[in-house]
């Protein structure tokens, strides 16, 4: 079992930047490929980001390829997600996830935090 808690969200305007951290505990989340996802209201919950264990491979959605970057620190049991250049469009709830592959599926995770709410104003 492993428990998430996400941290960081806000409103900000458009061009600007966030970070988001997600902290593990109970086991340890170097046992986990680590991801983000995101559900905009009326909408599915879509893929962000995710990143393997030893952070030696990372998967990107094509929506945030080149303005997002994903990180761990196995030390601490945290994910980080820095987002730059942010849109409108990137205002959703923000989810971290804690799986055993590099999936883009919400069933391909086991583990869920409770999200947090990121806005983008134009």
């Known amino acids: 079992q492993v428990q998430l808690v996400e941290s960081g969200g806000g409103l900000v305007q458009a061009g600007g930047s966030l970070r988001l951290s997600c902290a593990a505990s109970g086991r340890t989340s170097r046992s986990y490929v680590m991801a983000w996802f995101r559900q905009a209201p009326g909408k599915e919950r879509e893929f962000v980001v995710a990143?393997?264990?030893?952070?030696?491979?990372?998967r990107y959605a094509d929506s945030v390829k080149g303005r997002f970057t994903i990180s761990r620190d196995n030390a601490k049991n945290t994910v980080s997600l820095l987002m730059n250049s942010l849109k409108p469009e990137d205002t959703a709830v923000y989810y971290c996830?804690?799986?055993?592959?590099?999936?883009?599926?919400?069933?391909?995770?086991?583990?869920w935090g409770q999200g947090t709410q990121v806005t983008v104003s134009s």
């Open positions: 996830a804690a799986g055993t592959s590099v999936g883009a599926t919400p069933p391909e995770y086991d583990y």
């Open positions: 990143i393997s264990r030893n952070s030696g491979y990372t």
